[in-house]
């Protein structure tokens, strides 16, 4: 496009890249930046470059967070025989909102997809099984997306954990089949949560 700034091109390209951000919403970032006043701009890149640095994994759940712990594993107060499997640490933000768990969590970072070449040795399985293990827990809630790729790590997990005697449930269908956590409201969420319902049963 010869009519458009190169840098502009640049800048908007690397924004397509980012989930959910299609070419028109990227432009219109790109030109919300060009007009916010400087100080916005350097105060942005400088938040990125400290999120970049200091952010990492929980040693515990895999949750991001800037220390060792995050705050959820921190928390005495937390039920530890009761897990929560998320895909992502943006879900457990989600269920977190709803009040309605007091447990913990335990971040995949992945479902299951053959497809994309993720098997279970890409995702965090054998921190979830020494979890339950040295935590004694009676059962893990499998939250992840009702698609095909969740319902197919769901029971895995499953029968992962069966031989270790806990129970395994998975959130009630309160979400659209082929929805994403994302975009169920706090209500929808934590009435999916209430109502979750053991695998295979």
């Not at 800048?11 to 980012?18: D, F, G, R, S, Y």
């Not at 432009?27 to 916010?36: D, E, G, S």
């Not at 769901?154 to 929805?179: C, E, F, H, Q, W």
């Amino acid at each position: 496009m010869a009519w458009q700034s190169k840098l502009i091109g640049r800048l908007v390209n690397e924004l397509t890249k980012m989930p959910g951000v299609g070419r028109k919403t990227a432009q219109r970032l790109t030109y919300f930046l060009l007009k916010a006043p400087e100080g916005y701009v350097e105060n942005l890149a400088r938040l990125l470059n400290e999120v970049k640095q200091h952010v990492s994994p929980c040693r515990e759940c895999g949750n991001l967070t800037e220390g060792e712990q995050c705050g959820v594993c921190a928390d005495d107060t937390r039920n530890r025989r009761l897990i929560c499997v998320v895909e992502e640490p943006a879900d457990l933000t989600l269920v977190e909102r709803t009040g309605e768990f007091n447990g913990v969590y335990h971040v995949l970072m992945g479902v299951i997809s053959p497809l994309e070449g993720i098997g279970p040795d890409q995702l965090r399985m054998a921190e979830l099984v020494n979890r339950v293990q040295t935590h004694q827990a009676v059962e893990v809630i499998v939250a992840t997306d009702p698609d095909v790729e969740g319902d197919t790590t769901a029971y895995y997990i499953a029968k992962l954990l069966s031989p270790l005697g806990v129970k395994v449930t998975r959130i009630a269908r309160g979400l659209p089949v082929g929805g994403d956590l994302d975009f169920a409201d706090e209500v929808t969420l934590a009435q999916a949560i209430a109502g979750r319902q053991e695998i295979g049963k």
